[in-house]
């Protein structure tokens, strides 16, 4: 089946740096989101891809649409304590079928 | 409600108990998933309802899981003999057009 693989898988990083990660799959997709997910809670969307190229911002969070439509990569900039967390990309290929999720990238902010 | 809702939040099961999760989907949104998340994993699918149709199941581990949308709104995922190896976050999403997904905070499930 279709699978998603993110690097780094972990990351240390002190405030105020800039933080990126990515999204590989051996598939192409049509769709790519990004998500955040605090310890005990769902995961909440932070931005969500449609067009390879695209390049869209949200606040400090910059994610990107790989050309190949196979990979995307997702922006931290000046990271602060909250952005602690674990960073999914999900993958969809077509309207009904479903998301696929990569295993995360856990980020952690040293003060 | 604003958001997804799943209820309940925390349920410990003796083993071989039935469960039942319940999800209540954004008002008005076609597309429902469920995702069984271990943990320090990322979600898995389980099944996917478009309004009370059941278009995908192939996720689901054991026939001992069964999803329903009747009303395409509401949906519940049962869980017949709970066995420890079910014990996970179960999480439920839904979408308006199947381009964006929103999540419920999830139910953990421990199965003692």
């Known amino acids: 089946g279709q699978q998603l693989n993110q690097s780094p898988q972990s990351m240390f990083i002190q405030e105020g740096e800039d933080v990126s990660m990515n999204c590989t799959s051996s598939?192409?997709?049509?769709?790519w989101l990004w998500y955040k997910q605090d310890p005990g809670e769902g995961p909440v969307l932070l931005i969500a891809l449609y067009k390879a190229g695209e390049l869209t911002s949200n606040g400090r969070l910059t994610a990107q649409f790989g050309i190949t439509r196979k990979d995307s990569f997702l922006n931290i900039s000046a990271s602060i304590p909250s952005d602690v967390g674990i960073y999914f990309c999900?993958?969809?290929?077509?309207?009904?079928?479903?998301?696929?999720f990569g295993p995360g990238t856990r980020l952690s902010v040293l003060p | 409600g604003a958001g997804v809702s799943q209820s309940p939040r925390y349920k410990v099961a003796k083993r071989g108990q039935d469960v039942a999760l319940r999800c209540d989907p954004i008002?008005?949104?076609?597309?429902l998933f469920w995702y069984q998340q271990a943990l320090g994993q990322g979600p898995e699918f389980l099944t996917y309802f478009q309004n009370e149709a059941q278009l995908d199941k192939s996720g689901l581990p054991s026939d001992r899981f069964f999803a329903e949308r009747p009303e395409g709104s509401v949906s519940t995922l049962k869980i017949q003999r709970t066995q420890q190896e079910d014990s996970a976050v179960y999480l439920c999403?839904?979408?308006?057009?199947?381009?964006?997904?929103?999540f419920g905070q999830g139910t953990r499930l421990t199965v003692v």
């Open positions: 999900a993958g969809l290929y077509n309207y009904g079928q479903n998301f696929v």
């Open positions: 999403a839904s979408s308006l057009s199947n381009t964006e997904a929103f």
């Open positions: 598939s192409i997709f049509n769709t």
């Open positions: 008002s008005g949104h076609v597309s």
